[in-house]
């Protein structure tokens, strides 16, 4: 007796709780828009704190500025080349040739050409 009541108590609790849902592969991320961690109200040539990671800004007019070192001076903010959203370190950038993206954990990727590929390469080197 006391398994049948066991076991009509699980089924109970089974159907009261459903299974948990997969969650869903998030949506491509081809533009600006959607990629996390650009700041906002940046100067365009002030000052700034990383050439490689969560590099991008945005001006009080919205341009859309990068955190670059030319030559290896300090650091400022750049106008941006066109951004193609959140893209993979070396997948292929065809069609977005001198192009920037982030990568998801932030890194700031260019797209460049060698060898007759086009791919995604660390921007700051």
């Given at each position: 007796?006391?398994?049948?009541?066991?076991v009509l108590a699980a089924?109970?609790?089974?159907?009261?709780?459903p299974p948990a849902v997969v969650a869903?592969?998030?949506?491509a991320c081809d533009e600006p828009s959607c990629v996390p961690g650009i700041t906002g109200g940046?100067?365009?040539g002030a000052g700034c704190p990383n050439t490689a990671y969560?590099?991008?800004?945005?001006?009080?007019?919205?341009?859309?500025?990068?955190?670059?070192?030319?030559?290896?001076?300090?650091?400022?903010?750049?106008r941006?080349?066109?951004?193609a959203g959140i893209k993979d370190e070396n997948s292929d950038c065809g069609g977005h040739l001198n192009d920037?993206?982030?990568a998801?954990?932030?890194l700031f990727l260019s797209c460049a050409a060698s060898d007759g590929a086009t791919r995604w390469v660390r921007g700051d080197a």
């Amino acid at each position: 007796m006391r398994s049948l009541l066991a076991v009509l108590a699980a089924l109970v609790i089974a159907a009261t709780f459903p299974p948990a849902v997969v969650a869903a592969q998030p949506a491509a991320c081809d533009e600006p828009s959607c990629v996390p961690g650009i700041t906002g109200g940046v100067v365009l040539g002030a000052g700034c704190p990383n050439t490689a990671y969560f590099v991008f800004g945005t001006t009080s007019r919205g341009r859309l500025v990068f955190c670059g070192s030319p030559r290896r001076y300090a650091p400022r903010y750049f106008r941006s080349p066109p951004m193609a959203g959140i893209k993979d370190e070396n997948s292929d950038c065809g069609g977005h040739l001198n192009d920037v993206a982030q990568a998801p954990d932030g890194l700031f990727l260019s797209c460049a050409a060698s060898d007759g590929a086009t791919r995604w390469v660390r921007g700051d080197a």
